[in-house]
């Protein structure tokens, strides 16, 4: 069994910066593997994905953060990591880290979900 735990989200000021991780512990193999993202929902909203990155270290971010949100992982501490800046009112969501090996669904792993509010 696999359980990815985040870190705690928050409440940030709009333009503030929040950093979120998510470790991977249990009975994981070869890390380094896997696809990792970030997904997020916001109140009456699908879920969406906002980044993620492959095995080769390729990375793909929504239109919508690129240029603020960056992904990275660190595949000796079975780590992915979101970096948050100039976050704004519409980033505020429960965000979601997964990790996966594409085409094998019996290695889809999915976080408990952490609530980022940006708020004044």
């Known amino acids: 069994q696999v359980q990815l735990v985040e870190s705690a989200g928050g409440l940030v000021q709009p333009g503030g910066s929040l950093r979120l991780s998510c470790a991977a512990a249990?009975?994981?193999?070869?890390?380094?593997?896997?696809?990792m993202g970030w997904y997020r929902q916001a109140p009456g909203k699908q879920r969406e994905l906002v980044a993620d990155?492959?095995?080769?270290?390729?990375?793909y971010y929504a239109e919508s953060v690129k240029g603020r949100f960056t992904i990275s992982r660190d595949n000796a501490k079975n780590t992915v990591y979101l970096q948050m800046n100039s976050l704004k009112p519409e980033d505020t969501a429960v965000y979601y880290c997964r990790i996966r090996v594409p085409g094998r669904k019996e290695y889809d792993y999915w976080g408990q979900g952490t609530q980022v509010t940006v708020s004044s």
């Open positions: 249990g009975s994981i193999f070869s890390f380094s593997i896997y696809t």
């Open positions: 990155i492959t095995s080769g270290g390729s990375t």
